[in-house]
């Protein structure tokens, strides 16, 4: 004879409580942690309720600011402001130094990330902090700092000077400035992408008869192509906003944000308005352009 049926467990013998439990169990695995209607409890581990009502509080200071500056803008001529010969040369300039300021950044940058993701060496935990190091120094001091390289009575400073190159109030200086304080962003944003491009896929490139320069060529940029993309992203917008260590290094010629400190001081809020508009509207474009040729990764 067959002894008794064992693959259903017998819960009649249990506790109402222990009873309830097992129930209550069976019911949160049947519907996947989901409430009435599929909807999930925020208490539940795929619950977003709470993170959704946290993000959006941080997500509303984000916005409310910018409604409201645009709101005030309707009452300026934005359209004269912008042809004031003055704010259209701190938008030329801004415009030259920041794409300049970014491919130094990328030519430099990009490399540095790869090495710090693969390689093992003394001292690579110093190498790390003396990247986020312009992070966390204030732009401002960031500028005195660069003053007591490239000042105009420092050996290289007065060197640049003498060939007809002056580091500070040139155009030289606003990209010093600005590559100073953007490019830890790429290379910290580039790191994480080569962190997540599985080694073995190098090292079967390498078996297969490439060199190390062809594998970063053809295997690594592609598959952390989008963490440089986002990297470069975050290095043009900061380069071109850029404020402290540029008037430090070089108030002339006036990038936008300079220009912005100029007009604000001397007729107030108004008078920003139209080179602040532009501001926003080139990072605005960048950020769009990015998204249209790279894309976001998708979640699996």
Same mark, same amino acid.
């Given at each position: 004879?067959?002894? /008794?049926?064992?693959?259903?467990?017998?819960?009649?013998?249990?506790?109402?409580?222990?009873?309830?439990?097992?129930?209550?169990?069976?019911?949160?695995?049947?519907?996947?942690?989901?409430?009435?209607?599929?909807?999930?409890?925020?208490?539940?581990? +795929?619950?977003?309720?709470?993170?959704?009502?946290?993000?959006?509080?941080?997500?509303?200071?984000?916005?409310?600011?910018?409604?409201?500056?645009?709101?005030?803008?309707?009452?300026?001529?934005?359209?004269?402001?912008?042809?004031?010969?003055?704010?259209?040369?701190?938008?030329?300039?801004?415009?030259?130094?920041?794409?300049?300021?970014?491919?130094?950044?990328?030519?430099?940058?990009?490399?540095?990330?790869?090495?710090?993701?693969?390689?093992?060496?003394? +001292?690579?935990?110093?190498?790390?902090?003396?990247?986020?190091?312009?992070?966390?120094? @204030?732009?401002?001091?960031?500028?005195?700092?660069?003053?007591?390289?490239? +000042?105009?009575?420092? @050996?290289?400073?007065?060197?640049?000077?003498?060939?007809?190159?002056?580091?500070?109030?040139?155009?030289?200086?606003?990209?010093?400035?600005?590559?100073?304080?953007?490019?830890?962003?790429?290379?910290?944003?580039?790191?994480? +992408?080569?962190?997540?491009?599985? /080694?073995?896929?190098?090292?079967?490139?390498?078996?297969?008869?490439?060199?190390?320069?062809?594998?970063?060529?053809?295997?690594?940029?592609?598959?952390?192509?989008?963490?440089?993309?986002?990297?470069?992203?975050?290095?043009?917008?900061?380069?071109?906003?850029?404020?402290?260590?540029?008037?430090?290094?070089?108030?002339?010629?006036?990038?936008?944000?300079?220009?912005?400190?100029?007009?604000?001081?001397?007729?107030?809020?108004?008078?920003?308005? /139209?080179?602040?508009?532009?501001?926003?509207?080139?990072?605005?474009?960048?950020?769009?352009?990015?998204?249209?040729?790279?894309?976001? /990764?998708?979640?699996?």
């Amino acid at each position: 004879m067959s002894g /008794p049926d064992r693959s259903h467990e017998d819960t009649s013998d249990r506790g109402p409580e222990r009873a309830s439990d097992a129930d209550r169990e069976r019911r949160t695995a049947s519907s996947g942690g989901r409430g009435w209607f599929g909807v999930d409890r925020p208490w539940t581990p +795929g619950g977003l309720a709470v993170p959704a009502l946290l993000g959006t509080v941080l997500l509303a200071y984000f916005v409310v600011p910018f409604a409201a500056f645009l709101f005030r803008s309707r009452r300026v001529d934005v359209v004269a402001g912008l042809a004031d010969p003055a704010v259209r040369d701190a938008i030329a300039t801004s415009l030259l130094t920041a794409p300049v300021s970014t491919a130094v950044a990328t030519a430099f940058g990009v490399p540095l990330a790869y090495v710090l993701s693969r390689a093992s060496f003394r +001292g690579k935990r110093l190498v790390e902090a003396l990247v986020l190091l312009p992070l966390v120094v @204030p732009p401002i001091v960031g500028g005195v700092m660069l003053l007591t390289v490239v +000042g105009r009575y420092t @050996p290289i400073g007065a060197a640049a000077a003498a060939i007809g190159v002056p580091l500070t109030g040139s155009a030289a200086g606003v990209v010093l400035a600005q590559t100073f304080v953007a490019a830890p962003f790429l290379v910290v944003t580039a790191r994480a +992408g080569f962190d997540g491009v599985d /080694p073995r896929l190098e090292e079967a490139s390498r078996t297969m008869g490439y060199g190390r320069l062809r594998t970063i060529r053809l295997v690594s940029l592609p598959l952390a192509r989008n963490a440089i993309a986002a990297g470069i992203v975050l290095t043009f917008v900061r380069a071109i906003g850029e404020f402290g260590a540029t008037m430090m290094v070089a108030y002339t010629p006036r990038t936008m944000p300079t220009r912005i400190r100029v007009a604000f001081i001397a007729r107030g809020i108004d008078a920003i308005v /139209p080179i602040a508009i532009a501001l926003l509207a080139i990072a605005v474009v960048v950020v769009v352009a990015v998204q249209l040729l790279v894309g976001t /990764p998708r979640r699996g």
